[in-house]
């Protein structure tokens, strides 16, 4: 059984950094692509940042030069580095994997960011 366990959420000041991460267990961590979403209220949930098996990376407009997304095959971690965060980058994130099992998704976790 496939699960995503995220980590890192809270509240940070505009111009702030949080780092969130992502545990995953019971799938081949190394053959999935692995990514983040978020959702913001009354918004459609898009596509943050991903990385694929053989590292590459691809992020959303809004988040380039600003976040970072990255992996660790041996620990089974996708971690999202979130630098000079701005109001607009409130919402739930979500940790996705997209493999040849299928798609997955974690519970969220809450990023607020507010003076």
């Known amino acids: 059984q496939v699960q995503l366990v995220e980590s890192g959420g809270g509240l940070v000041q505009p111009g702030g950094s949080l780092r969130l991460s992502c545990a995953a267990s019971?799938?081949?961590?190394?053959?999935?692509?692995m990514g983040w979403y978020r959702q913001a209220p009354g918004k459609e949930r898009e596509l943050v940042a991903l990385?694929?098996?053989?590292?590459?990376?691809r992020y959303a407009d809004s988040v380039q030069g600003r976040f970072i997304i990255s992996r660790d095959n041996a620990k089974n971690t996708v971690d999202l580095q979130m630098n000079s965060l701005k109001a607009e980058d409130t919402a739930v994130y979500y940790c996705?994997?997209?493999?040849?099992?299928?798609?997955?998704w974690g519970q969220g976790t809450q990023v607020t960011v507010s003076s």
């Open positions: 996705n994997q997209v493999g040849i099992t299928g798609t997955y």
């Open positions: 019971g799938s081949n961590f190394r053959i999935n692509n």
């Open positions: 990385i694929t098996t053989s590292g590459n990376t």
